[in-house]
C-alpha cells in the first residue's frame, strides 16, 4: 500500500499536512506520535471514513480515494475500531460471521428458502468460523451475547471479525487501548503469530511505543499532521524529533 | 436431544393450531383465527424491517390496502381465482415497498418514522380517489365472495379458508425464519447495531434497507390478500392509518427482532380490543391502553420473551426464535 501526500482538513485545522509512507506486502507497520498528530485520521482516509482533500492512497495497485466504504473489504482491506464498534445483541459468534459477509453472494430467496448455495456458503463460513474463535480462545464464550463480555474479551472479537473477512491489510486502530500490561505482551505475541498465519500485511496505529517497537517491521512517526521520522523501529526510535516530540509530552508511562 | 425435542414441540404445536380450530370453533371464531393469522404476517412484516432492521415503520397499513385490494379487484373485475391473487399481492407490494425503500430509507430514524406515517394517512384517500374509482369502488369499496374449498374436501368455507391461510403462514414463517438466521439476516441485525461497522463489513446499507423494505411490504401484503377474503369487503376506511400503528403495537407487543412475536403480537391486537370491550362499554380505549401498558411492564422484551424462558430448550440464545 502506498499512501502518497495525503492532506486533510477539518475546517480550519490541518490535521495531516501532506502525508507519504508505503507498507510492504507481509510488512507490520507501525504508525506513531503524540495525541492529535493524525494518526486516526490517516486511519480513517485509508479505510475511507474520512475524504481526503488532496493526495492518494493506492492499494494493490487500485486507488482508494473516493471508494464506497463496503467495498474496502473486497479489495482485502480489514479494520478494528478505536472504541470497539461491534454488534451489541448479537452473539460472538455471529459479530464474526458479519465479517464473513462479503464473501458471500446469496441473497434473500436463496437464503429465505436455504437452497443448497446458501448452506454451503453458511457451513463454510462456519467452519472458518471455528478455526477462528479457537485461535483467539474465543470458543467458551462463542454463543454469548457481546454486550456482556469484557473490553478486552470484545477487543478480540473484533480482531475476529477482522480475521474472517481475510483481509490482505489488516487496520488496527489502538488494539492496546484499555488493555492491561499482561494483555499487551499477549497482544504483540498474537500480531506477530496473526501476521504468520494469515499472510497479511498490518498497519498498527497505536499510542503504546514498546507494543509498536517490539513488533513492527517498520515505524512511522506523525507529529502535528507532519512525518517526523519513517524507518526500523531502532532508527525511529533514536530520531532527535521522535525524542523530542515524545519528550515534548512527558509521558514516559508509553515510552 | 434438546433441539431436537424442542422441534418435536414445535411442530405438534403448529399441527394442534391448524387442525383444532377447525372442530372446536364456530364460523365467528374461524374468521377470527383467519384474521389472526393475517395479523400475525402482517406484524412479521413490520418486524423485518423494524424489529431486525431498526428502520422504524409506521406505515405498513399501506401495504396491507394494496394487497387487500390487489385481491378484490383480480376476483372481482376479471373473477380470478383467490389463490392466484396473493403471488400477485407479493410481488406488486413488493415492487411498491422498493421504489418507496428508495428515497424513504435514506431518512432513517424519526423521519422515516414520520414518512411513513404520511403514506399511511394518504391511502384511504388514494383510494377514495375519483379517477381510480372504476378500480377501486371509491367510498362504496368492494365485496368478494368467500371461496369453497376445493376438490370436495369435507370442509365448509370458514374451515378452508382457515386451513388455506395457515398453510401459506407456515410457509412464509419458515421462509422469514431461514432469512433472519442466515447470511442476510446477520446483516440486517448488524445494519440496526451499528451501521458504521456494518458497512466496513461490505455490507451495501442502502442496498440491502431497500430490499429488507420490499421483502417486509411483501409479507404484509399477502396479509392484506388474505383479509380481504376473509372479511369479503374491502374499502378504503378499513386501512385508516390507525391500522399502521395496531400493527406497530402488534410487532412491539408480541416482541420486536422475534419470529414468534409476530403470532403473539397479533393474537394480542385481535382479541385484546374486544375483551377490553366487554369490560368497560363505555371507555374501551382506556381499558385497551391500560393492558398494553399492563404488558409492556410484565414482558418489557415482548410476550416472546417471556415464552422464550419457558420453552423446552430455553436457553439456545444463538437463534432468532
Ligand atoms: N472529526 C474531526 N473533526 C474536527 N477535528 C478533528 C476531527 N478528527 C480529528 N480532528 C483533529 O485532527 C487532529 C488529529 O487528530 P487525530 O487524528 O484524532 O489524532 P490522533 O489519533 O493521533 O490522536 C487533531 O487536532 C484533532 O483535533
Ligand atoms: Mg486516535
Not at chain 2, 295 to 300: C, R
Amino acid at each position: 500500500m502506498r499512501v502518497a501526500d495525503v492532506e486533510m482538513h477539518f475546517g480550519g485545522i490541518v490535521a495531516l499536512a501532506g502525508v507519504s509512507f508505503e507498507v510492504g506486502r507481509r510488512q507490520i507497520c507501525g504508525l506513531i506520535g503524540p495525541n492529535g498528530s493524525g494518526k486516526t485520521t490517516m486511519f480513517n482516509c485509508i479505510s475511507g471514513f474520512y475524504r481526503h482533500s488532496r493526495g492518494d492512497i493506492v492499494f494493490d495497485g487500485t486507488s482508494l480515494t473516493g471508494m464506497a466504504r463496503h467495498r474496502m473489504i473486497d479489495l482485502g482491506i480489514g479494520r478494528t475500531f478505536q472504541n470497539v464498534a461491534l454488534f451489541r445483541s448479537m452473539t460472538v459468534r455471529d459479530n464474526m460471521l458479519v465479517g464473513a459477509h462479503h464473501l458471500g453472494r446469496t441473497g434473500f430467496i436463496a437464503n429465505a428458502l436455504r437452497l443448497g448455495r446458501a448452506t454451503a456458503e453458511e457451513a463454510a463460513a462456519r467452519r472458518r468460523g471455528a478455526e477462528i474463535l479457537a485461535l483467539l480462545e474465543l470458543e467458551e464464550v462463542a454463543d454469548e451475547v457481546v454486550s456482556a463480555l469484557p473490553f478486552g474479551t470484545r477487543k478480540r472479537v473484533e480482531l475476529a471479525r477482522a480475521l474472517i473477512s481475510e483481509p490482505k491489510l489488516l487496520l488496527l486502530d489502538e488494539p492496546a487501548g484499555g488493555l492491561t500490561h499482561g494483555e499487551v505482551d499477549e497482544l504483540g505475541a498474537l500480531i506477530l503469530k496473526l501476521r504468520q498465519s494469515f499472510d497479511m500485511s498490518i498497519l498498527l496505529v497505536e499510542h503504546h511505543m514498546s507494543l509498536v517497537m517490539s513488533v513492527s517491521d517498520k515505524v512511522v512517526a506523525l507529529e502535528f499532521g507532519r512525518k517526523i521520522a519513517d524507518g526500523t523501529p531502532d532508527e525511529v526510535r533514536n530520531e532527535p524529533e521522535v525524542i523530542r516530540a515524545y519528550l515534548g509530552e512527558g509521558d514516559d508511562e508509553h515510552a | 436431544m434438546r433441539i431436537m425435542s424442542s422441534r418435536l414441540v414445535l411442530v405438534l404445536l403448529v399441527l394442534a393450531m391448524a387442525v383444532v380450530p377447525l372442530f372446536v370453533s364456530s364460523g365467528y371464531q374461524l374468521f377470527q383465527f383467519t384474521m389472526v393469522v393475517a395479523y400475525a404476517l402482517a406484524v412479521l412484516g413490520v418486524n423485518l424491517v423494524t424489529g431486525y432492521n431498526g428502520q422504524i415503520s409506521l406505515g405498513h397499513g399501506a401495504f396491507y390496502a394494496i394487497g387487500a385490494y390487489v385481491t378484490a379487484i383480480m376476483m372481482d373485475h376479471w373473477d380470478l381465482p383467490y389463490w392466484s391473487t396473493l403471488p400477485v399481492a407479493a410481488v406488486i407490494c413488493a415492487g411498491v415497498g422498493f421504489l418507496l425503500g428508495l428515497p424513504a430509507l435514506r431518512l432513517g430514524g424519526l423521519y422515516l418514522a414520520l414518512t411513513t406515517l404520511a403514506l399511511a394517512a394518504a391511502v384511504p384517500q388514494l383510494l377514495k380517489y375519483d379517477l381510480f374509482e372504476g378500480w377501486t369502488g371509491g367510498v362504496q369499496g368492494i365485496s368478494i365472495i368467500k371461496p369453497d374449498a376445493p376438490f370436495g374436501l369435507p370442509l365448509n368455507a370458514d374451515q378452508w379458508l382457515y386451513l388455506f391461510s395457515f398453510a401459506v403462514a407456515v410457509v412464509l414463517f419458515i421462509s422469514a425464519w431461514n432469512l433472519v438466521n442466515g447470511r442476510i439476516g446477520r446483516a440486517l441485525k448488524a445494519i440496526r447495531d451499528q451501521p458504521l461497522a456494518a458497512e466496513a463489513m461490505g455490507i451495501d446499507l442502502a442496498q440491502l434497507k431497500t430490499r429488507t423494505f420490499a421483502a417486509s411490504a411483501m409479507y404484509t401484503g399477502i396479509a392484506g390478500s388474505i383479509a380481504a377474503i376473509a372479511v369479503q369487503f374491502v374499502s378504503p376506511d378499513s386501512f385508516a392509518s390507525a391500522l399502521s400503528i395496531t400493527l406497530f403495537v402488534g410487532m412491539v407487543v408480541g416482541g420486536a427482532a422475534s419470529i414468534s412475536g409476530a403470532v403473539f403480537g397479533a393474537l394480542f391486537i385481535q382479541f385484546i380490543p374486544n375483551i377490553a370491550d366487554q369490560v368497560s362499554k363505555a371507555a374501551p380505549g382506556a381499558v385497551y391502553g391500560l393492558i398494553l401498558i399492563v404488558f409492556m411492564f410484565v414482558a418489557p422484551g415482548g410476550i416472546a420473551s417471556l415464552v422464550r424462558k419457558w420453552w423446552p430448550a430455553g436457553g439456545s440464545r444463538a437463534r432468532s426464535t
